[in-house]
């Protein structure tokens, strides 16, 4: 079955830890991207990468890095400079262009101690 | 900048009321405009999609139309059941005009159906 997978479901730091979040998709899909959700914030772009070895930061790249070294694969990390990273992470991906949809994979809940 | 503005929720319905979320935006050019369920815990999925003025997207007895001249998208279903009880996003691709990829958000609305 073609989707994303993103591991673990539930993932918990310590304070000051740097933390990768994984995602993984066999969709063939050229994009990728990272979005954070927060209670009654709707999600909000973090990264997103519309080809292997280029990225760019979305809305709120502070605190977060990514790497695109293949195509199936954009993971995630959470560093320490993040000053609120509790919260849930989405990945997705679609093919690129303007009318096609996002698919997105079923989330991390990252919570931070 | 690209925004998208939804009704507040939480949205309570009897089942088999009708159904209006309000969606408007606001975007450079003419954006495809979107539709997402989340159910607890889970992702998002694709509920439909309009890619052009006065397009209509549907699924699932969901529809929307995308309306260019009040830059609005809401969504309708005629009769709501308990299984319909979800998170509803409204959102917009920001491609068109140029500029960033990836989706500008609405803050969802909750909606609750009662038996």
């Known amino acids: 079955d073609g989707g994303i997978t993103q591991s673990p479901k539930y993932l918990f730091r310590k304070e000051g830890q740097n933390v990768t979040l994984s995602c993984e998709q066999n969709?063939?899909?050229?994009?990728m991207y990272w979005y954070r959700q927060d209670p009654g914030q709707g999600l909000r772009l973090i990264y997103y990468?519309?080809?292997?070895?280029?990225?760019q930061k979305g809305d709120i790249a502070e605190g977060y890095s990514v790497s695109r070294e293949k195509k199936e694969s954009f993971p995630l990390t959470v560093t320490s400079a993040q000053k609120n990273p509790t919260a849930f992470y989405l990945c997705?991906?679609?093919?690129?262009?303007?009318?096609?949809?996002?698919?997105f994979g079923p989330g991390t809940r990252l919570t931070v101690l | 900048g690209n925004s998208v503005t939804q009704m507040e929720g939480p949205v309570t319905l009897s089942e088999e009321a009708f159904l209006t979320i309000n969606c408007t935006y606001t975007?450079?050019?003419?954006?495809?405009l979107f539709w997402y369920v989340q159910y607890p815990g889970e992702g998002l999925q694709l509920l439909l999609k309009?890619?052009?003025?006065?397009d209509k997207g549907s699924n699932k007895g969901f529809e929307a139309t995308y309306r260019k001249e009040t830059t609005s998208f809401h969504l309708e279903k005629g009769s709501v059941q308990v299984s319909d009880s979800a998170v509803y996003f409204c959102?917009?691709?920001?491609?068109?005009?140029?500029?960033?990829?990836?989706?500008?958000f609405g803050k969802g609305t909750h909606l609750i159906i009662q038996p």
């Open positions: 997705a991906s679609s093919r690129t262009g303007d009318s096609n949809e996002q698919f």
């Open positions: 969709l063939n899909h050229d994009a």
């Open positions: 990468s519309q080809i292997v070895n280029d990225f």
């Open positions: 975007a450079t050019g003419y954006p495809s």
């Open positions: 309009a890619t052009k003025a006065d």
């Open positions: 959102a917009l691709r920001r491609l068109a005009g140029g500029g960033a990829d990836g989706l500008t």
